[in-house]
């Protein structure tokens, strides 16, 4: 991927992010360090060192403010205190980005991510569905374990883009989010008058209806075998447009270096998570 190509909308990240900074008592040029852990998801989560090196040499680097040869360690520290602000300035961009648009089809779901090292406090043990690429490669159609965090995410399906999101421990069913992302989405963009709402079967829940029904949102959500027979998916020809968070969440596997988490504490996770989305708005916005 060639960065340089991005690099108006890399300083348009920029600008956001050094309004968010100062709402949280930072100089303009703390903001440097945020979109420089996005820069690092940009490159397919390299390591901070590889990070420094390619700043030090690099117009994206001389964008940002960076000097040659500078202490990579400072990565690190930026992190430890990068949740909020991080997710700040991804509302922001996201905000910007569907400025006078309005949303018609929402797809919600979730999607793994391991824990860095089986000492993680805040990470537990939780199902997984194998995507459709892994179950062709192992032969395999059953859930499976993962000892990690979920990524939950709600996404405009017709541009592809993620809207709202949050992060939380591999066990907690996906449906526990749907009141929250929804709430997020309605609060933040405007909601077209034929708006649908795609998901799987996870979301095939009485109060998910009563809500969306309370909105006039028609939901398209797969019914739930509950293990008697095999989960149907409604008949509307839209719902196959759900995929589109699927294929989100594939570009932050395979470009963006989202399966390549290398922090302790669901904190530093959020961070990481928080910067592979807002590289993934940077490319595909």
């Not at 430890?80 to 922001?92: P, Q, R, V």
């Not at 793994?112 to 569905?129: E, N």
């Not at 839209?238 to 968070?245: L, S």
Request: glycine fraction near 4%.
């Amino acid at each position: 991927m060639n960065i340089t190509t991005l690099k108006d909308k890399i300083h348009e990240v920029l600008a956001a992010a050094r309004i968010v900074v100062r709402r949280h008592g930072h100089t303009k040029k703390y903001a440097k360090h945020i979109v420089a852990l996005i820069v690092k998801q940009l490159k397919n989560g390299i390591s901070d060192r590889e990070l420094a090196e390619f700043l030090s040499d690099n117009a994206i680097g001389r964008l940002l403010g960076y000097k040659k040869d500078f202490d990579f360690t400072i990565f690190s520290k930026v992190r430890k205190g990068a949740n909020e602000i991080m997710s700040e300035t991804y509302e922001l961009v996201v905000n910007q980005t569907m400025k006078g648009k309005q949303v018609r089809l929402i797809a919600q779901d979730s999607s793994d991510v391991s824990a860095h090292s089986q000492k993680d406090t805040d990470a537990r043990f939780g199902h997984r569905t194998p995507s459709k690429k892994e179950q062709f490669a192992r032969k395999i159609t059953e859930k499976e374990f993962v000892f990690g965090y979920k990524l939950h995410l709600t996404a405009d399906a017709e541009v592809e883009l993620p809207l709202c999101f949050t992060t939380a421990s591999a066990n907690r069913n996906d449906k526990t989010f749907f009141h929250e992302l929804y709430d997020a989405v309605k609060r933040r963009f405007t909601i077209n008058y034929a708006t649908k709402f795609l998901a799987d079967a996870q979301y095939d829940s009485t109060d998910v209806y009563q809500e969306l029904h309370h909105d006039n949102v028609k939901p398209l959500i797969a019914i739930n075998g509950r293990g008697h027979y095999k989960s149907t998916i409604p008949k509307d020809p839209e719902y196959g447009k759900r995929w589109a968070i699927e294929r989100i969440f594939s570009r932050l596997k395979e470009v963006f270096g989202f399966a390549k988490n290398r922090y302790v504490g669901i904190r530093r996770v959020r961070v990481h998570i928080c910067a592979c989305l807002l590289a993934y708005v940077i490319k595909y916005s």
